[in-house]
């Protein structure tokens, strides 16, 4: 692919610089992506329609592609505007992550089952598996992660980019496992421009988080200039998610300059944006290094920082005694996916060994190694376990 500067494109479709930078950062250029501190646009990509004209408001559709989190902009920046699932989906991460976790299930669980869009509804069943994890151990994390994994076994625009999302949860999972090493995600695939940022947040974590001797600062510096960036063009999710991940690595490392820039620059964004949930699921595992930060601001927000933190401490220590890595961690294979669907569907192991060109038996013995990893023992159970993730 083609792609010429920013100065370029202006002078192309007759409209100035600054435009076009909110253009590609709202991720309206197709295939547009920041190299550095520039903007690089395809050469042939068409000019986005003007949002306030009648055509581009007529252009919005329940598929319209935004990735993945619309906090980090006000509502009223986006176009064409957002659909009132995406109204809905925005209002929700907004909740959670200023700690408003019931308030958010309420909103994520309507939205994991009944959006039109695939997009919302894969936004939505991601962060029901992070309250599952987090908050609400009596949310089934099986459902919504199952669910997730079938609908990106289908073919659709921008699916590359939504995978982001299983890998993302792999991470969280990893928590209480070693960091997969599949968070390493293909760097030739040419990423929707608002999806670059958490491509490149997973791309950090390359390391043994258990193993100081691999920790490299070198390594880091880019990911440190990646951070100002993504405050920069108004990505505070991404940002602090970046700032705490540098900061749980320089303390593997024992590096206590950096150690304290980036918690500082973490709950400082916290603060400013009222993104308190990454700061408090942090805080239980670095408590002395945060307590030497959290002085520094209002009693109040620090105390609703550590409340938060027990919770979730508490609801993720639950998680990881009752989730064991072969029924929730390690997910089914495609195939498997299709062997799901036709018991969900009621088809016989004759009718199932039909379609895929196999016998019976093979049929039964992989059902078998199906009911293996999900902890079941039985086609019923299975059907009972999945319909739900499938929107049966």
Same mark, same amino acid.
Do not use: W
């Given at each position: 692919m083609e792609f010429i500067s920013v100065k370029e494109a202006a002078r192309l479709w007759g409209i100035d610089t600054s435009r076009i930078g909110r253009l590609a950062r709202s991720g309206r250029i197709e295939g547009a992506k920041i190299v550095g501190r520039n903007w690089l646009i395809p050469k042939n990509a068409p000019k986005p329609l003007d949002g306030r004209t009648k055509k581009a408001k007529e252009e919005q559709t329940a598929h319209f592609f935004r990735f993945?989190? #619309?906090?980090?902009?006000?509502?009223?920046?986006?176009?064409?505007?957002?659909?009132?699932? !995406?109204v809905r989906l925005r209002q929700a991460q907004v909740d959670l992550f200023a700690c408003e976790f019931q308030k958010a299930k309420t909103a994520f669980e309507e939205l994991a089952e009944n959006a039109g869009s695939i997009y919302v509804k894969l936004c939505a069943q991601f962060f029901m598996c992070v309250l599952s994890v987090e908050y609400d151990n009596h949310i089934s994390w099986e459902t919504y992660y199952f669910g997730m994994n079938h609908l990106l076994s289908g073919d659709f625009p921008h699916k590359k980019e939504m995978e982001l999302f299983l890998t993302w949860l792999d991470f969280i999972i990893g928590q209480f496992g070693r960091i997969p090493?599949?968070?390493?995600?293909?760097? $030739?695939?040419?990423?929707?421009?608002?999806a670059w940022y958490m491509n490149a947040l997973l791309s950090a974590i390359n390391y043994d988080g258990n193993n @100081?001797?691999?920790?490299?600062?070198?390594?880091? *510096? &880019?990911?440190?200039?990646?951070?100002?960036?993504?405050?920069?063009?108004? #990505?505070?999710?991404?940002?602090?998610?970046?700032?705490?991940?540098?900061?749980?690595?320089?303390?593997? $490392?024992?590096?206590?300059?950096?150690?304290? #820039?980036?918690? /500082?620059? $973490?709950? /400082?964004?916290? =603060?400013e944006h009222g993104l308190l949930f990454r700061v408090a699921d942090a805080e239980a595992y670095y408590?002395?290094?945060?307590?030497? +930060?959290? %002085?520094?601001? &209002? !009693?109040?927000?620090?105390?609703?920082? /550590?409340?938060?933190?027990?919770?979730?401490?508490?609801?993720?220590?639950?998680?990881?005694?009752?989730n064991t890595k072969t029924s929730v961690y390690a997910k089914l294979?495609?195939?498997? #996916?299709?062997? %799901?669907? =036709? $018991?969900?569907? @009621?088809?016989?192991?004759?009718?199932?060994?039909?379609?895929c060109? +196999?016998? *019976?038996?093979? +049929?039964?013995?992989? =059902?078998?190694?199906?009911?293996?990893?999900?902890?079941?023992?039985?086609?019923?159970?299975?059907v009972e376990k999945m319909s739900l993730a499938f929107g049966r």
């Open positions: 993945p989190l #619309y906090i980090n902009f006000p509502e009223d920046s986006f176009v064409p505007p957002l659909s009132p699932e !995406e090493e599949k968070l390493n995600t293909d760097p $030739a695939y040419e990423y929707h421009s608002s @100081s001797e691999t920790t490299n600062t070198k390594c880091t *510096e &880019p990911f440190d200039t990646l951070c100002r960036l993504m405050e920069r063009d108004g #990505y505070y999710v991404e940002a602090q998610e970046l700032h705490l991940l540098l900061f749980i690595y320089h303390y593997s $490392a024992n590096n206590k300059e950096s150690i304290q #820039y980036h918690l /500082r620059q $973490a709950v /400082r964004l916290a =603060y408590t002395d290094a945060f307590n030497e +930060v959290l %002085v520094e601001y &209002p !009693e109040a927000f620090a105390d609703r920082i /550590r409340q938060t933190s027990d919770i979730i401490f508490e609801r993720f220590s639950c998680f990881a005694e009752k294979s495609k195939s498997d #996916y299709r062997y %799901v669907f =036709y $018991a969900i569907e @009621s088809f016989t192991n004759k009718k199932i060994a039909g379609i060109g +196999v016998s *019976e038996r093979t +049929v039964a013995n992989r =059902y078998n190694k199906i009911y293996e990893k999900l902890g079941v023992k039985s086609k019923p159970e299975l």
